[in-house]
């Protein structure tokens, strides 16, 4: 059965995110990085010794399921935390590993946004998301 159009907002974003990230997480799979990891990964790499919370406020995501995600991608070696003046307080930063694998994940990602392109044939990628980000900002605040 095809996938059929939601009456909900909500549930419809999440099935469109569903979709994309299978796509996402097919067109990374020989990295051995998932679209959600690649996206800390990225953070990271930018912002490095961001905290959990920062990183959490950053990517609209709660804490517990990004402190999942973290755990596992220390466990695979590609990140590192150091504690901060609070002892609850981690600040993460890529190890030479993470930064070895995100580089090797981000031509497989590229590959990914133009097959997305080209799937979305006329849609308004960037008014989508720009639209997607003000409703970000607007209900995260």
């Known amino acids: 059965m095809k996938p059929f159009r939601l009456p909900c907002y909500c549930g419809s974003i999440r099935q469109a995110a569903r979709v994309i990230t299978q796509m996402y997480d097919h067109a990374l799979k ?12 990225r953070v990271l790499s930018a912002f490095p010794g961001m905290t959990t919370g920062d990183m959490a406020r ?20 590609w990140i590192a935390s150091e504690p ?3 002892r609850r307080e981690r ?17 497989l990602w590229k590959g990914a946004q133009k097959e997305f392109v080209h799937l979305a044939g006329d849609i308004d990628l960037d008014g989508l ?8 900002q607007k209900i995260g605040q």
């Open 129 to 136: 998301n720009k639209t997607v980000f003000q409703l970000t």
């Open 30 to 41: 020989p990295s051995g990085v998932k679209i959600t990891q690649f996206g800390i990964l």
């Open 84 to 86: 901060g003046e609070d």
């Open 58 to 77: 950053a990517l609209a995501m709660d804490s517990t399921t990004l402190t999942r995600t973290l755990k596992i991608i220390q466990t695979s070696g």
């Open 91 to 107: 600040h993460w930063h890529l190890t030479p590993e993470g930064n070895e694998r995100l580089q090797l994940a981000i031509p």
